[in-house]
């Protein structure tokens, strides 16, 4: 049964903030941003996904191989509670990963003789767009640390589902083709990025 992800994010995160802020110098002081709440990951993928493939989805990006609660579980991370910045860096980065396996399936098959010319075309286009993920999604990447980085995270995540998109404008002519299934996969793990990134308060204005 899948949850409404408004409420129930809100309510998570009501209940959990913590007591830790990003922190920003500002004049001659230090001010501080808006609080960045602390949960579990399981608690961070359930307040935000409202499938159940995007549930599995964090689950798996966030927790270790193992980390499910019962005795093979590594380290207990599944009960480990941490800042959700760190866990929207941890989906950015896997978000990263995901692109370049991609862009390296694209290499491999340029060099095949059998692909047509118009769908190679396709390809680069397709790639363009990558290009434009790769750079607003490497901005998310590390963990968020001030009140800039947290500010400009909406912008930061739309940059990168539109060179997603791009990419998949580029390919709608061509189901078939490995890269197409690719780019669900990957706009996917930009979408979970963004869905974790509701979890973080926006900093008051200056």
Same mark, same amino acid.
């Given at each position: 049964?899948?949850? =409404? ?13 913590? *007591?830790?802020?990003? !922190? ?12 960045? =709440? @602390?949960? &579990? ?27 499910? #609660?019962?005795?093979? +579980? !590594? ?5 480990? $509670?941490? !800042?959700?910045?760190?866990?929207? *860096? ?16 694209? $290499? ?12 190679? &075309? ?8 990558? +290009? ?6 490497? $901005? ?22 539109? *060179? ?16 197409? #299934? ?10 979970? !990025?963004?869905?974790?990134? &509701?979890?973080?308060? @926006?900093? =008051?204005?200056?």
């Amino acid at each position: 049964m899948t949850k =409404p992800i408004g409420s129930l994010a809100a309510a998570v995160v009501a209940a959990l903030l913590a *007591g830790q802020c990003l !922190v920003a110098a500002a004049g001659d002081g230090i001010v501080r941003c808006a609080p960045v =709440p @602390s949960m &579990t990951a399981e608690q961070a993928c359930e307040a935000v996904c409202g499938t159940a493939p995007m549930l599995r989805l964090c689950l798996r990006t966030l927790l270790p191989r193992g980390a499910s #609660g019962h005795d093979d +579980d !590594v380290g207990g991370a599944h009960r480990r $509670r941490d !800042v959700v910045t760190h866990y929207v *860096g941890v989906a950015a980065r896997r978000a990263l990963d995901g692109y370049a396996a991609t862009a390296a399936a694209k $290499r491999e098959m340029q060099y095949s003789g059998a692909l047509p010319a118009d769908e190679r &075309t396709a390809h680069e286009r397709c790639m363009a767009g990558y +290009d434009l993920a790769v750079r607003f999604m490497g $901005r998310v990447a590390d963990d968020l640390a001030s009140c800039e980085t947290a500010a400009r995270l909406k912008d930061d995540y739309a940059g990168s589902l539109s *060179g997603m998109d791009a990419c998949r404008r580029k390919l709608f002519g061509y189901p078939a083709s490995p890269l197409y #299934g690719r780019n669900l996969a990957d706009r996917n793990k930009t979408m979970l !990025v963004g869905l974790l990134s &509701t979890l973080v308060t @926006s900093p =008051p204005e200056t």
